[in-house]
């Protein structure tokens, strides 16, 4: 089913979302895309929901973009489940909070920039392969990134796509707080009840006037990525990156132009 590997579960006004593909390291399929997005736009409209809590299981948050299946459902417009998530993420009304326990690549590094608290472990790992993958950025990031931790920064975490630390994540800005694992959850719990205490209007208003000035520039630049993205996803490049993640081997882009 839709929700098989996306847990829900509402408690106090908090729903919590749970990656659950431990055996892939949470890697996302278009299934798991199509559940968040119901979920997310259902939060905006369930007067339930005070707050939104995102997290994965100890060690992983999510490897991204399953591989997989972007060989066997590619998006082929920006009506497809990932480009609905990417829509309901930044729609979201309600605060919602990140819980980075370990791995966080691709979209689970660039989903953070849309959330507006995040919370992660020493050990969280984050990265942003696109190039590697012979991919472009997603979910805004080659707006929001830049605006968040610099040019430079952004430029050097795009353009290389290495792994960096929750240390360096930090100094870039992406981060609230690094917390212990076995103290991570709880930390963030206790934020997500402050916050589902509080008048929910003036909340809902505050993160909307925060929002707000980016909204258009988010959208028109999603729209731009979506575009190279679902190009790219065919290339020769991206054939080339993806074959050789499946067959556990180094990519070779020598012979294309
Ligand atoms: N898509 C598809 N399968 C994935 C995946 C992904 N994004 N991430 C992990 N998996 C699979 C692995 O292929 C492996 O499958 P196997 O058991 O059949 O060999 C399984 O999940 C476990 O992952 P493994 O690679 O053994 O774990 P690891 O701890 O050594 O490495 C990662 C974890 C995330 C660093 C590594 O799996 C990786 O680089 N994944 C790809 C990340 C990526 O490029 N995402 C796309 C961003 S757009």
Same mark, same amino acid.
């Given at each position: 089913?839709? !929700?098989?590997?996306?847990?829900?579960? %509402?408690?106090?006004?908090?729903?919590?979302?749970?990656?659950?593909?431990? $055996?892939?390291?949470?890697?996302? /399929? /278009?299934?798991?895309?199509?559940?968040?997005?119901?979920? =997310?736009?259902?939060?905006?409209?369930?007067?339930?929901?005070?707050?939104?809590?995102?997290?994965?299981?100890?060690?992983?948050?999510?490897?991204?973009?399953?591989?997989?299946?972007?060989?066997?459902?590619?998006?082929?417009?920006?009506?497809? @489940?990932?480009?609905?998530?990417?829509?309901?993420?930044?729609?979201? $009304?309600?605060? =919602?909070?990140?819980?980075?326990?370990? =791995?966080?690549?691709?979209?689970?590094?660039?989903?953070?920039?849309?959330?507006?608290?995040?919370?992660?472990?020493?050990?969280?790992?984050?990265?942003?392969?696109?190039?590697?993958?012979?991919?472009?950025? $997603?979910?805004?990031?080659?707006?929001?990134? @830049?605006?968040?931790?610099?040019?430079?920064?952004?430029?050097? !975490?795009?353009?290389?796509?290495?792994?960096?630390?929750?240390?360096?994540?930090?100094?870039?800005?992406?981060?609230?707080?690094?917390?212990?694992?076995?103290? %991570?959850? $709880?930390?963030? %719990?206790?934020?997500?009840?402050?916050?589902?205490?509080?008048?929910?209007?003036?909340?809902?208003?505050?993160?909307? %006037?925060?929002?707000?000035?980016?909204?258009?520039?988010?959208?028109? /630049? !999603?729209?731009?990525?979506?575009?190279?993205?679902?190009?790219?996803?065919?290339?020769?490049?991206?054939?080339?990156?993806?074959?050789?993640?499946?067959?556990?081997?180094?990519?070779?882009?020598?012979? =294309?132009?």
């Amino acid at each position: 089913s839709l !929700m098989q590997h996306i847990h829900q579960a %509402l408690e106090n006004g908090i729903l919590r979302l749970s990656f659950n593909r431990p $055996e892939r390291k949470n890697a996302i /399929t /278009t299934a798991m895309y199509e559940a968040l997005a119901q979920a =997310l736009d259902q939060a905006n409209s369930d007067p339930a929901v005070r707050v939104v809590l995102l997290t994965g299981q100890p060690g992983v948050f999510t490897s991204g973009n399953d591989i997989q299946d972007f060989l066997n459902n590619p998006p082929s417009d920006t009506q497809s @489940p990932v480009f609905r998530f990417l829509h309901a993420l930044s729609h979201l $009304e309600k605060p =919602l909070i990140a819980v980075v326990d370990g =791995l966080a690549v691709g979209v689970g590094t660039t989903l953070l920039l849309h959330c507006d608290l995040v919370y992660a472990t020493p050990e969280a790992r984050f990265q942003l392969p696109f190039v590697n993958l012979g991919l472009v950025p $997603e979910a805004a990031s080659s707006f929001l990134l @830049p605006k968040v931790a610099g040019y430079q920064r952004a430029a050097e !975490m795009l353009l290389l796509g290495e792994v960096f630390t929750a240390e360096q994540a930090l100094a870039a800005g992406m981060l609230n707080g690094i917390l212990p694992s076995n103290q %991570l959850l $709880e930390h963030a %719990l206790g934020v997500a009840h402050k916050l589902a205490e509080k008048p929910a209007q003036a909340l809902r208003l505050t993160k909307q %006037l925060l929002k707000q000035p980016y909204l258009s520039q988010i959208q028109q /630049t !999603m729209r731009a990525e979506g575009v190279q993205f679902i190009r790219q996803l065919s290339s020769p490049e991206a054939r080339e990156a993806f074959s050789a993640f499946i067959e556990k081997r180094k990519p070779d882009f020598s012979k =294309l132009g």
